[in-house]
Structures are given as C-alpha cells and as structure tokens.
C-alpha cells in the first residue's frame, strides 16, 4: 500500500493476524502517533526507554522499526485542515498494532472526540485500562497496594454512540413528537435528546474478551458493571447478556456468584473464574474500600469512563494510568490523560500513562521480557525518588527531573 505522507520504514515488516493468531516478526513495524500538547514531549521520552528495553532484551535480535502517523493537530498542518485523515486510518488497519500520544478535544461544540471517532471507525470495541499500585507513588488509600484491576469497558455503543439531539434543531422536534405521540414518554420542553443503545452483539463480545482475559492471565473473578436496577433494558440487558456468555460459552471455566453460595457453600472450586455482578454507584464505593475483592471489570461505555479513572486516582492519577482499544485483530494503545496545552513543549510532565501503554503494547505482542524491564526500571526510579514535578509535590526528599530526565533515570535502571 501507499502512502501520500506516511512513510513505512523499509527495513522493517508488518505484524499480521492470521487464524485468529497475532504474527509478529522481529522487525515488526508499529505505528506512532505524537498526540497534541505534551504529545511530543511525552512521546520522544517512551520512544527512548521501549527502545532501550527492546534491545537489552533481545540483544540486538529485535527490533522495533517505528512508522509516524498523523492525527490531530499535526495532521491538521500536514492534511490540509484535517485532524482525522482516512489515510492515517487506513495505515493503522495495515499495520495491525499502533500507540498514540494525547488528542485535542474540544468540550461543548467544534470536531466530535478524535478517539471517540478513533474507536468507532475501526470498531475498536474494548478500552482495556489495567489499574496497579506502584511501590512509592503517592496514593491517597491506606493500602493502595490492594488495587490490582482491569477494565474492560465497551467502546462502541451507550451514550457515547454519539446518537443525540441539540435542544430545538428539527430532528430534535421531530424525536420529541414521536417520543411524546407515539410512545408516551414525558419530559421537559427544550430537552437536548440522546439514545442509549446497548445490544446483545456489543455486550456479549466485550464480555467475551474479558473472560478470556481472566482464563488467559488466571485472574481470579470477572465482575459485570451496570446500572440495571433503574435503566432495565440498556445496563440491565448488558448485565443479563453477561452472565449468557460466561454460562454458555465458558460453562467448563466458571462459576457465578449465585452458584458460588447455593452450590458451593462459598468456597471456590479450583481453577475456576468466579462471575459477578454490581451495581454502578455501589462500586464506586466498593473499589475504595474493598478494591482486592476485584480482578477483572467488564462494563459499558460511560460506567467504564468513570470507573477507570476513579481507580486510577487509587493510584497516583491518570498521568500513570495506561490503556488500549483493541479489536478482534487491531490494537491501538494511548495515553489515557489529556493534552495539557499549558505545558506543551516545557519538557516537564510524567510520561508513565504513555509509557505503561507502551508496556501494554509489549505484552501484546508477546515481547515480556522487555515489558518486564521497564515495570523493573519504574520501581527502581521510583524508590529514587526521582520523579516528574507532579509525583515530587506530593514525596519528601523527592529530586524533580524532567520529561527526558525521567526517561534518563528509567534508561540508567535498565543499562546499569
């Protein structure tokens, strides 16, 4: 395939899905996207530090061959004007596996959301954004060292399908005729008017792929997030599409919560996965109290939303916070914060929600040794107390480095 501005590094080849299997060769050519404000800063520091671990690993064997892509305002100057390039689109469906840096959003009117758009293009239907305490970030919990979790939240459906109605546009008046006529719903005049589509299709898969999830990292539950007791046939039907999978595709590998104490008395048959389900704002709650009762998180769209920063906050923040959409046989991994345009180009800001998702990306493609590296490196820097200004803030005796220098120290631990 060609490429107008895209350039594919000749000396490297494509990673490939073939029988439903993920082929990656030793020079796999992976797609890069900057990202927008602290995009390049944060971006030339975990290109460093992957590819540092990649060749301490590996010896020389493997070898990452990066391709830059273009989306947001990058792309803007290069495509004249336009922030979402079917061109970009088209090189990440080649390339099979891709990491992008932050994109500009802008809130209450302009462009609709880049990763929204990102996620629904290419059907990228599971934001997967794993949660786990480092030694030594400050956290506000007791014993952050309890959170463990991973989300799996559908990407593709909910409120964020972008089905909506602004307040007094004609396709707003004529939803509402209907509605008020037809259907006999009741609700204040001028309302703005969204749909909540939530299907059998999108629940069962992103349920799917968390289960299999658990089975393959032996995670100990899959918990159903949902809202089912006040929207019953949206959240509620995902809840009930969930236990179908788990109980119909994976009877051999799980056992649900109801089953655990009318069967089992309670106690956990071996190598089994135990299924459950809560209700939205009850784990909230759950997730701060009681976080080691959770594993793996499988939930809808705005729910998954909320639920993966509020437990990134256990944490250290979501500038720690790494994540991925992923596909049946695409994967683009992400930066999980914003843009932070006041310190573009300062050189200052923590690079970890990039870096970890360059882990992620790692482990993907089933490089672990390298990921294994750098989550070594990280804890090594950390009990340095050699941090970015916003982890220095909050540490006694902390030495406050830069973006680069961050990556540096990171950089030191893995070449000793």
């Known amino acids: 395939m060609s490429y107008q501005h895209i350039r594919l590094p ?47 690993a590996y010896r020389g064997k493997r070898k990452v061959r990066w391709c830059e892509l273009y989306m947001g305002e990058k792309a803007a100057g290069i495509y004249q004007g336009d922030y979402f390039p079917a061109e970009t689109i088209a090189a990440i469906k080649d390339l099979t596996v891709a990491i992008k840096g932050p994109l500009t959003t802008p809130v209450g009117g302009g462009f609709r959301s880049l990763n929204v758009s990102l996620r629904q293009e290419m059907d990228l239907y599971a934001c997967v954004r794993p949660v786990r305490y480092f030694e030594g970030v400050p956290s506000p919990l007791r014993r952050p060292e309890e959170v463990d979790v991973v989300i799996f939240r559908e990407n593709t459906e909910d409120v964020y399908a972008g089905i909506e109605y602004p307040s007094g546009g004609d396709d707003n008046k004529k939803l509402a005729k209907f509605l008020r006529e037809e259907m006999r719903a ?36 899959v918990t159903l997030v949902h809202k089912g007791n ?8 995902f809840r009930n599409w969930g236990y179908e999978v ?9 056992v649900t919560e109801d089953e655990l104490w009318n069967e ?24 701060l109290l009681r976080p080691a009762e959770f594993d793996v998180i499988a939930t809808s769209n ?6 993966s920063d509020a437990a990134a906050a256990e944490v250290g923040g979501i500038g720690i916070a790494p994540g991925a959409n992923i596909s049946d046989d695409i994967a683009v991994f992400e930066a999980t914060h914003g843009t932070a345009p006041k310190y573009a180009n300062q050189n200052k800001v923590n690079p970890s929600s990039l870096l970890f998702s360059g882990v992620m990306m790692l482990e993907y493609i089933n490089w672990r040794e ?23 803030r909050l540490m006694d005796d902390a030495t406050t480095v ?6 540096d120290a990171l950089i030191g631990k893995i070449n000793p």
Not at 20 to 46: C, M, N, S, Y
Not at 246 to 254: C, L, N, S
């Open 10 to 56: 000749p000396d490297g080849e494509k990673v490939a899905v073939k029988n439903g299997k993920l082929r990656v060769p030793d020079q796999p050519i992976l797609g890069f996207v900057e990202g927008d404000g602290i995009g390049a800063d944060i971006t030339a520091a975990a290109l460093r530090v992957w590819d540092a671990a990649v060749a301490k």
């Open 186 to 221: 009741e609700f204040f005049d001028d309302a703005g008017l969204g749909i909540k589509p939530i299907s059998p299709f999108g629940s069962k898969r992103l349920v799917r792929k968390a289960i299999e999830y658990a089975l393959e990292r032996e995670r100990a539950s």
């Open 230 to 237: 006040i929207m019953k046939y949206t959240e509620g039907a």
């Open 246 to 254: 788990a109980t119909q595709e994976f009877r051999d590998h799980v």
């Open 264 to 287: 089992h008395d309670g106690s956990m048959p071996a190598g089994k996965i135990l299924i459950k389900d809560r209700i939205a704002d009850i784990m909230f709650q759950l997730l």
């Open 302 to 307: 705005l729910n998954g939303d909320y639920l």
């Open 370 to 392: 390298a990921a294994q590296l750098i989550d070594d490196a990280f804890v090594k820097v950390l009990a340095d107390k050699t941090v970015t200004y916003d982890f220095a």
């Open 402 to 407: 830069s973006t680069s220098g961050f990556a």
